[in-house]
């Protein structure tokens, strides 16, 4: 079996790299952590060159539909983050039990 590192091997690599990339921005997110959103913006970039260069038009609508997420994601954490209260769920409160008392 011979190494060749013809375009496909590139375009493979930089696949996996680009992939790579998109997996860690998700696992900060998934941490809280807004440098993964960051990532995945600035990600897109990339994302974008790889699509035009090898002529998957395919990927296109993927990579963009991630960029608004990335995006809309990086504003609303920004903003949570930035806001002196944080936002909270309203607390779940339990109805009361109405009914005739019972002989114990």
Do not use: C, H
Request: net charge neutral.
């Amino acid at each position: 079996m011979e190494l060749s590192f013809d375009g496909d091997f590139v375009r493979q690599a930089v696949a996996i790299l680009l992939s790579a990339n998109q997996l860690i921005a998700y696992w900060l997110a998934g941490n809280k952590n807004n440098l993964g959103w960051l990532l995945g913006v600035l990600g897109g970039v990339p994302w974008a060159v790889f699509i035009i260069v090898w002529d998957v038009w395919g990927l296109a609508p993927l990579v963009i539909g991630l960029q608004f997420i990335y995006i809309r994601n990086l504003m609303r954490w920004w903003r949570e983050s930035r806001s002196a209260e944080p936002v909270l769920d309203p607390p779940v409160v339990a109805p009361a039990k109405v009914g005739a008392p019972s002989a114990t």
